[in-house]
């Protein structure tokens, strides 16, 4: 996929892919592949990316002819729904990269007045995209906090901010 994006990304050009199947290979095998590569694509990347070649091929071609926007497998950016986040489409990325909006102070957050006590339900707050419990159940808590909370970092950043309260079971909210 990274070689796909660099030339979308630049002047286009052709990726040469070895079918290391080539002899034992069906035509099944063959759609199912292309398949979970076009699950990385965008939905008109037919336009931009011919596969030459057949499953029974040693050697099979991508040409790609350059995009006029750029392409990301993945960007790594999140937007926070009511109860978790979701990462960003590629759309959404050009829709924040083009904002003109200044940034929010922190008084501009939601108030949370309440106290969290163990084992105390709390009726009267609940989650939202700027409002989000989580609790860590996992073995290794620090890698787990460590890739959770850079996700909802980058997704409150790329929204309203909001606050993120660790150590709150959220199920009976």
């Known amino acids: 996929m990274k070689y796909i994006s660099a030339c979308l990304n630049t002047n286009g050009g052709i990726v040469k892919l070895k079918n290391r199947h080539w002899d034992k290979a069906t035509g099944k095998d063959f759609d199912e592949w292309y398949g979970d590569v076009e699950k990385h694509l965008f939905s008109d990347s037919t336009k931009f990316i011919e596969l030459q070649g057949k499953y029974n091929h040693e050697i099979l071609y991508l040409q790609i002819k350059p995009l006029i926007y750029v392409f990301s497998v993945n960007t790594y950016l999140y937007f926070p729904r009511n109860t978790d986040i979701v990462e960003v489409g590629y ?83």
């Open 91 to 173: 759309t959404q990325v050009i829709d924040i990269l083009l904002r003109r909006d200044k940034s929010g102070s922190l008084s501009e957050l939601p108030v949370v007045e309440e106290d969290f006590e163990f084992k105390k339900t709390h009726s009267t707050l609940s989650e939202n995209d700027r409002i989000q419990f989580k609790e860590i159940k996992s073995q290794n808590v620090p890698s787990t906090f460590s890739s959770m909370i850079n996700k909802y970092i980058s997704a409150f950043c790329n929204h309203k901010g909001g606050r993120i309260f660790f150590g709150i079971e959220d199920k009976g909210f």
